[in-house]
């Protein structure tokens, strides 16, 4: 039996070994999240040619982005998520403010069981509220909801501003072009139109 | 142990009615708002140039006016007050200096400005203690978990906490116009409680309507700053317009609240603000009347200082008014605990 139980663990350790060595499959280059900011479309009669106009903050921050290697998105989400160091001190901090929340509601006299029962759900249901608007800082309208009007703003001759994400394709995949803008347009049914 | 002198300069009158007041409350916010939304950057200039000192003035003047004769049990509490406003205003105003002098990395400022935000939350947490050391039947002891919560908050993103200041010091104004309105006209204080809803409303369609508006034209030096100042660059994701706007509403009703509604509401037909003796600490007979009135004289010399330096260079004059009046800021948190 003993000897049977060495055997069985003898096969599935070289089983593993074996697949550790297998080399991983080769994915495709996936593009790169680098930058989310926003962006206007203005239409003008006047030009000749399409200009693509960056501001000097956003370059700045293309190039942070790039020089970084980092996939940093927005500098609001990325300054939150993005610090170890500052993530920690968050952390100890909001245990302490749980930790003496808690010890303040368990050694109130004048509350009583229920309300504290109440009063810790709600403590919990607020901090975990807390980390999910944190940990999701993009929480809201989808970003497809403010181009929603593009068409028609075009047509009138209006301009639409609205959040892009700024991504670094390989040139492989970019059939020859240089830059793409795709704007996530829904399509919407006519009146009567099923 | 000697009581605090704390002396009331304000008498309590009996009022006619508060429909006058409601109206002239309700017009106030909705006309700051349409002048807010419709034209956020000439107005921002125009508003800062006008009432930024001015306002800083009667603050000034407000607080000489909450100060007691001798400080007595408040000893400790006013001690702290002033260190912290002191220290806390010193290391803010190096801040700009340190910056130009080193080569930090972002990672590192972010650290500096979470370490100010810390110390300014402790500062605040350390006023409430004091102060709730005076009041035994209050129970403030929730305020220790408030504090380390905002600590933690500000440590995830220090420029989003220091922005949520600029944008909550305005509304400080109303808290104090509230404890005020109790004191000295308490058939008052249901109407403006009332009153105070518009704000929230007003908020909400001032963010619902400018929300997606096209940006500010930051083209110039001067825009480039006020749309700075109100954190376009830190929510790039926001319409600047939105920002501006709703940041010159929330001023707007600051500077209202100090140079016109404190003022008259105190001592409405026998207002005379200028007068020395009319602040308590300077008639009173153990009182401080020439440092009374040499501080207001330099509050009076620093504000004309102001308004020639925003003529010659409003740019300039902007960033240090915004990084100096942190002082008035901080020193709002002592004088409104002291109101409680």
Same mark, same amino acid.
């Given at each position: 039996? !003993?000897?049977l139980?060495?055997?069985?663990?003898?096969?599935?350790l070289t089983?593993f070994?074996?697949?550790?060595?297998?080399?991983?499959?080769?994915?495709?280059d996936?593009p790169?999240l680098?930058?989310?900011?926003?962006?206007?479309?203005?239409?003008?009669?006047?030009?000749y040619?399409? !200009? &693509?106009?960056?501001?000097?903050?956003d370059?700045?921050n &293309?190039?942070a982005?790039?020089?970084?290697?980092?996939?940093?998105s927005?500098?609001?989400v990325?300054?939150?998520?993005?610090?170890?160091?500052?993530?920690?001190?968050? =952390?100890?901090?909001?245990?302490?403010?749980v930790?003496?929340?808690?010890?303040?509601?368990?050694r109130?006299?004048?509350? =009583?069981?229920?309300? !504290?029962?109440v009063g810790?759900?709600l403590?919990?249901?607020? &901090?975990l509220?807390?980390?999910a608007?944190i940990?999701? =800082?993009n929480?809201?309208?989808?970003?497809?909801?403010?181009?929603r009007n593009?068409?028609?703003?075009?047509a009138?001759g209006?301009?639409?501003?609205g =959040?892009?994400?700024?991504e670094?394709?390989?040139d492989d995949?970019?059939?020859g072009?240089?830059?793409?803008?795709?704007?996530?347009?829904?399509k919407?049914?006519?009146?009567?139109?099923? | 142990?000697?009581? $605090?002198?704390?002396?009331?300069?304000?008498?309590?009158?009996?009022?006619?009615t508060?429909i006058?007041?409601?109206?002239?409350?309700?017009?106030?916010?909705?006309?700051?708002?349409?002048?807010a939304?419709?034209?956020?950057l000439?107005?921002?200039i125009v508003?800062?140039?006008l009432?930024?000192g001015?306002h800083?003035?009667?603050?000034?003047?407000y607080?000489?006016?909450?100060?007691?004769?001798?400080f007595?049990?408040?000893?400790?509490?006013?001690l702290?007050?002033?260190?912290?406003?002191?220290?806390?205003?010193l290391?803010?105003v $190096?801040l700009?200096?340190?910056?130009?002098?080193?080569?930090?990395?972002e990672?590192a400022w972010y650290g500096?400005?979470?370490?100010?935000?810390t $110390?300014?939350?402790?500062?605040?947490?350390?006023?409430?203690w004091?102060?709730?050391?005076?009041?035994?039947?209050?129970?403030?002891?929730?305020?220790i978990?408030?504090?380390?919560?905002?600590?933690?908050?500000?440590?995830l993103?220090p420029?989003?906490?220091s922005?949520?200041?600029?944008?909550?010091?305005?509304?400080?104004a109303l808290?104090?116009?509230?404890?005020h309105?109790?004191?000295?006209?308490?058939?008052?204080?249901c109407?403006?409680?009332?009153?105070?809803?518009?704000?929230?409303?007003?908020l909400a369609?001032?963010?619902?309507?400018?929300?997606?508006a096209?940006?500010?034209?930051?083209?110039?030096?001067?825009?480039?700053?006020?749309?700075q100042?109100?954190?376009?660059?830190?929510?790039?994701q926001?319409?600047?317009h939105?920002?501006?706007?709703?940041h010159l509403?929330?001023e707007?009703?600051h500077?209202?609240?100090?140079?016109? $509604?404190?003022?008259?509401i105190?001592?409405?037909g026998s207002?005379?603000?200028?007068?020395?003796?009319t602040?308590?600490?300077?008639?009173?007979?153990?009182g401080?009347?020439?440092?009374?009135?040499?501080m207001l004289?330099?509050?009076?010399?620093?504000v004309?200082?102001?308004?020639?330096?925003?003529?010659?260079?409003y740019?300039t004059t902007?960033?240090?008014?915004f990084?100096?009046?942190i002082a008035h800021?901080?020193?709002?948190?002592?004088?409104?605990?002291?109101?409680?």
């Amino acid at each position: 039996m !003993k000897l049977l139980l060495i055997a069985s663990c003898l096969v599935l350790l070289t089983a593993f070994s074996t697949n550790a060595d297998v080399p991983k499959p080769k994915t495709p280059d996936k593009p790169k999240l680098i930058l989310h900011t926003g962006l206007e479309i203005v239409p003008d009669a006047k030009l000749y040619e399409a !200009k &693509l106009q960056i501001s000097q903050s956003d370059f700045n921050n &293309l190039r942070a982005a790039l020089d970084g290697g980092a996939g940093s998105s927005s500098p609001v989400v990325g300054s939150i998520a993005f610090s170890a160091p500052r993530t920690i001190v968050a =952390g100890l901090l909001m245990f302490m403010a749980v930790s003496v929340a808690g010890v303040l509601i368990a050694r109130s006299s004048s509350v =009583g069981r229920a309300q !504290k029962t109440v009063g810790a759900v709600l403590l919990v249901a607020v &901090l975990l509220g807390a980390a999910a608007i944190i940990t999701r =800082g993009n929480a809201g309208p989808p970003g497809s909801w403010r181009w929603r009007n593009l068409p028609q703003a075009l047509a009138e001759g209006k301009s639409t501003v609205g =959040g892009v994400d700024v991504e670094i394709v390989p040139d492989d995949q970019m059939n020859g072009r240089t830059m793409r803008l795709i704007i996530p347009l829904k399509k919407q049914n006519s009146p009567g139109e099923e | 142990m000697q009581n $605090a002198t704390v002396i009331d300069g304000w008498p309590r009158r009996a009022t006619p009615t508060t429909i006058p007041f409601s109206a002239i409350v309700v017009l106030s916010v909705v006309a700051a708002a349409a002048f807010a939304s419709w034209l956020p950057l000439q107005v921002s200039i125009v508003t800062l140039f006008l009432f930024a000192g001015p306002h800083n003035w009667f603050e000034l003047r407000y607080f000489l006016m909450r100060l007691p004769v001798r400080f007595g049990r408040s000893r400790n509490f006013f001690l702290t007050a002033f260190a912290g406003l002191g220290v806390l205003t010193l290391t803010h105003v $190096a801040l700009p200096f340190l910056y130009n002098a080193t080569l930090w990395s972002e990672e590192a400022w972010y650290g500096v400005v979470g370490s100010w935000n810390t $110390a300014l939350l402790v500062w605040l947490a350390s006023l409430v203690w004091l102060r709730s050391r005076q009041k035994p039947r209050a129970n403030w002891k929730w305020t220790i978990p408030v504090a380390l919560a905002l600590c933690s908050l500000n440590w995830l993103g220090p420029d989003l906490f220091s922005l949520a200041i600029v944008y909550v010091h305005p509304l400080i104004a109303l808290w104090f116009l509230d404890r005020h309105i109790r004191r000295t006209r308490p058939a008052w204080s249901c109407a403006y409680r009332r009153c105070l809803w518009l704000v929230p409303l007003v908020l909400a369609a001032m963010i619902w309507q400018l929300s997606l508006a096209t940006p500010l034209a930051d083209n110039n030096g001067l825009f480039w700053r006020i749309t700075q100042h109100s954190g376009a660059e830190v929510l790039p994701q926001i319409s600047s317009h939105m920002l501006v706007s709703v940041h010159l509403f929330l001023e707007m009703l600051h500077y209202g609240v100090w140079i016109v $509604a404190l003022p008259l509401i105190g001592r409405i037909g026998s207002a005379r603000f200028w007068e020395v003796k009319t602040v308590p600490i300077a008639r009173h007979p153990k009182g401080f009347p020439r440092v009374v009135a040499a501080m207001l004289v330099f509050a009076v010399v620093v504000v004309i200082g102001l308004w020639f330096g925003f003529s010659i260079d409003y740019a300039t004059t902007r960033d240090v008014y915004f990084t100096i009046a942190i002082a008035h800021v901080l020193a709002e948190a002592p004088f409104l605990l002291r109101m409680l």
